[in-house]
């Protein structure tokens, strides 16, 4: 079987894209092409993606009843798209109906929430958002919050999980809403394992073993999340693939950030200072869609197939690997995979089944 004819067979499944910010901030139509942000459901097609979770994400920088009305802002923005393109996606909270929409040909739109800022302190409001249709949640995002601390910071408020966040986890377990360790802090992750009683998952992050940042997992990590029954989903964004490329990018992309910000102020005044920080970024060169298999290699190595799959980050980066541009070109992974040995079972569990597993 060749490695196109693989792609098409199995269920190819995203456990993170933030398309749900380029839906609130550019008003983008994901119904059809764009030449904006990294997916839409025409990209998703040409790439054989059945399935993928859209982040609802908020920053840990606004304010509490902000992040819970920009998070319903942009879980509506979702629902909406997908009101609009009934023949081409769906909303799915299961991997029954992720496999049934795949066989009528129809993406299956999953909920996830990137940071737990939008539930407070408040049970009742995880709840809600799970009957509404989020199936994992972020704990936390860049900063320390009331669930647990961020591997970003270096001042830490709980040195681990919060009392509120034991609570938190119950009740998700309880819900079946899976818990997602990325972003959070190493005592925050081990505490994670310690009071789940289910199995957990990171939905996009990549091995600190070949590229040493906090935001990336340990090789014990990696093991103990394994042990526990959860699945590593590898992040595309190359900061988090290469130290090198790591480094150099920096500075350049703390240039673009703030030319974005500006940008948005007063796009006229600012449209020449935004082309030069994105030129500036651009022009460095990046790794390419081989070191994401070097990083599924490495996870497979410690503990096997069954605990790793993919987890682009798509949408809420500001370059990709070499390769790997957009959604469209997810067969390329497929292709590598072949390449270097896997066999049809491995790659079906990688590019998907593992994470369908967990729900």
Not at 12 to 32: K, Q
Not at 100 to 128: C, T, V, W, Y
Not at 280 to 285: G, I, K, Q, S, V
Request: proline content about 4%.
């Amino acid at each position: 079987m060749t490695a196109k004819e693989i792609h098409e067979k199995i269920l190819v499944a995203d456990s993170h894209c933030d398309t749900p910010i380029m839906l609130r901030r550019y008003g983008l139509d994901i119904g059809r092409r764009s030449d904006t942000g990294h997916v839409d459901f025409v990209r998703m097609k040409e790439g054989g993606v059945n399935a993928s979770f859209f982040a609802i994400y908020v920053s840990n920088k606004w304010e509490p009843y902000e992040c819970t009305f920009k998070a319903l802002e942009a879980l509506a923005s979702v629902l909406d798209v997908l009101d609009r393109y009934p023949s081409m996606a769906a909303l799915a909270t299961d991997a029954r109906t992720a496999r049934e929409l795949k066989e009528q040909g129809r993406i299956a739109i999953f909920l996830g929430m990137e940071n737990a800022g939008p539930i407070h302190k408040d049970l009742s409001l995880l709840r809600l958002f799970h009957r509404m249709g989020v199936r994992y949640i972020t704990l936390t995002h860049a900063r320390n919050n009331e669930v647990c601390d961020s591997c970003a910071t270096k001042e830490k408020r709980w040195h681990g999980v919060s009392p509120f966040g034991r609570e938190l986890i119950a009740e998700m377990n309880r819900l079946g809403v899976l818990v997602d360790v990325a972003h959070i802090s190493d005592d925050a992750f081990y505490d994670v394992l310690k009071y789940s009683t289910k199995p957990v998952v990171s939905t996009h992050s990549c091995c600190r073993a070949l590229c040493d940042v906090p935001r990336n997992l340990t090789d014990q990590m990696i093991k103990d999340l394994a042990a526990h029954g959860g699945v590593m989903q590898i992040n595309f964004n190359p900061p988090f693939l290469d130290k090198d490329y790591s480094l150099a990018v920096a500075p350049l992309l703390d240039a673009y950030e703030e030319a974005e910000e500006h940008f948005r102020e007063n796009p006229v005044a600012n449209e020449k200072r935004m082309k030069e920080a994105k030129k500036d970024l651009f022009a460095l060169p990046r790794p390419s869609y081989k070191r994401v298999v070097d990083h599924i290699d490495h996870v497979v190595s410690l503990v096997g197939s069954d605990h790793v799959g993919i987890g682009s980050d798509f949408d809420g980066i500001e370059v990709c690997p070499v390769g790997l541009e957009d959604i469209s070109r997810l067969p390329v992974l497929t292709e590598e995979l072949c390449a270097r040995g896997y066999s049809f079972t491995d790659i079906e569990k990688i590019m998907g089944g593992n994470f369908l597993r967990l729900l």
